[in-house]
């Protein structure tokens, strides 16, 4: 948004969590909320825009709406997965919610809070061929190939690369010729992993690294490890065979054993999973245990043609219901006519009260 010619009030998202916010995080964003709050007094605006995060996004939803700001949603709130008693708060702290995933839309319309589905981003632009074949090309051309994926957040690289790494080794011992490559997000996250890799046990023999090029690594991969999040849709958009896991800390841990029943609403936590409406790919989430049962997935997808070829059937579905949508412009098409509703509705106003 920088680079397109927003101005950055403030920034948030270097050191985002998932899970239980410490004390420190709350305060950083209830100082951030506060001069969030003095900027819009100064410069008054016709629509906000949250994305995704309730916990983050909600507080500064009232402070938009108690100046009379209209609120579009983009990247519905995952209230249909957890805390659904949130959908009340969501009814009135917003005018619409942009959907991402296709079954959303009818579950917020269900529970009347007005949504529309305009596809991903994800899937706005067909991939280059070419350009990923050539990158694909600097790695190792044996079989089987082994992508690690082990995310983006600190915390999730911090609590799942080891996991990933130890699961590629037991893999790399029981098939020789097995190859892998690990996709660093940024060059950052590439220097962080190395050295993770360097204090437990040192760098795996046959295992590459890449940073920015994810794209790449799945045209290029047969079988990805991947942490849980957006990452496993671009990894479903090429129909690579996957397995996801997603290490939890201790709080997390704590919470979920204590509240399964009564805060989670979903049996699947993945996208291919939910879109699919079933268990299309194996499923470590939240995840308590050793790298024992995402070598057993793996080494399965691996040793069966069969197993393999069924998951990219399955996952060619998912993809087929994001055909014909473009998600960027279906939803600046949303919120320029919500902008020109407002607009046409305060010109309305002034010419009343003349």
Same mark, same amino acid.
């Given at each position: 948004?920088?680079?397109?010619? &927003?101005?950055?009030?403030?920034?948030?998202?270097?050191?985002? $969590?998932?899970?239980? @916010?410490?004390?420190?995080?709350?305060?950083? #964003?209830? /100082?951030?909320?506060?001069?969030? &709050?003095? !900027?819009?007094?100064?410069? @008054?605006?016709?629509? #906000?825009? @949250?994305?995704?995060s309730p916990a983050a996004n909600f507080p500064i939803c009232k402070i938009a709406k108690a100046r009379g700001v209209r609120v579009v949603h983009l990247v519905a709130p995952q209230v249909w997965a957890w805390g659904s008693w949130r959908i009340h708060k969501l009814?009135?702290?917003?005018?619409?919610?942009?959907?991402?995933? @296709?079954?959303?839309?009818? !579950?917020?319309?269900? /529970?009347?809070?007005?949504?529309?589905?305009?596809? #991903?981003?994800?899937?706005?632009?067909?991939l280059d061929s070419i350009k990923l074949d050539s990158e694909a090309s600097t790695l190792d051309s044996t079989h089987p190939r082994i992508a690690l994926m082990p995310g983006s957040r600190p915390g999730e690289i911090q609590r799942n690369f080891p996991l990933l790494l130890e699961a590629f080794r037991r893999l790399k011992s029981d098939h020789p010729a097995l190859v892998g490559c690990v996709a660093a997000t940024t060059p950052r996250v590439e220097q962080t992993l190395r050295s993770m890799a360097s204090d437990d046990g040192g760098w795996p023999a046959g295992l590459s690294m890449l940073s920015g090029r994810t794209d790449a690594i799945v045209r290029w991969c047969d079988l990805a490890l991947v942490v849980s999040g957006t990452v496993t849709l671009q990894i479903a958009k090429q129909c690579k065979p996957m397995v996801i896991v997603y290490k939890s800390g201790l709080m997390d841990r704590i919470i979920y054993t204590l509240a399964r029943d009564v805060l989670f609403t979903t049996d699947h936590f993945t996208l291919p999973n939910l879109i699919a409406g079933r268990e299309i790919v194996p499923e470590l989430v939240p995840h308590f245990g050793d790298a024992e049962p995402i070598v057993r997935h793996a080494s399965d997808l691996l040793e069966s043609p069969d197993l393999a070829a069924r998951q990219r059937a399955e996952l060619e579905r998912v993809v087929s219901q994001?055909?014909?949508?473009? &998600?960027?412009?279906?939803?600046?098409?949303?919120?320029?006519?919500? $902008?020109?509703?407002?607009?046409? /509705?305060?010109?309305?106003?002034?010419e009343f009260t003349r």
């Open positions: 948004m920088g680079a397109a010619g &927003a101005t950055i009030v403030e920034s948030t998202g270097d050191d985002a $969590v998932m899970g239980m @916010p410490g004390i420190e995080k709350i305060r950083e #964003h209830r /100082r951030i909320n506060e001069r969030i &709050a003095a !900027w819009l007094d100064a410069n @008054p605006v016709a629509i #906000h825009v @949250p994305v995704d009814r009135k702290l917003t005018d619409h919610v942009i959907c991402l995933l @296709p079954f959303e839309e009818a !579950w917020f319309a269900e /529970r009347n809070v007005k949504a529309t589905f305009v596809g #991903h981003p994800l899937f706005d632009h067909v994001f055909a014909n949508k473009n &998600a960027s412009v279906l939803a600046a098409m949303l919120i320029a006519k919500t $902008v020109d509703e407002t607009c046409a /509705r305060e010109t309305n106003a002034a």
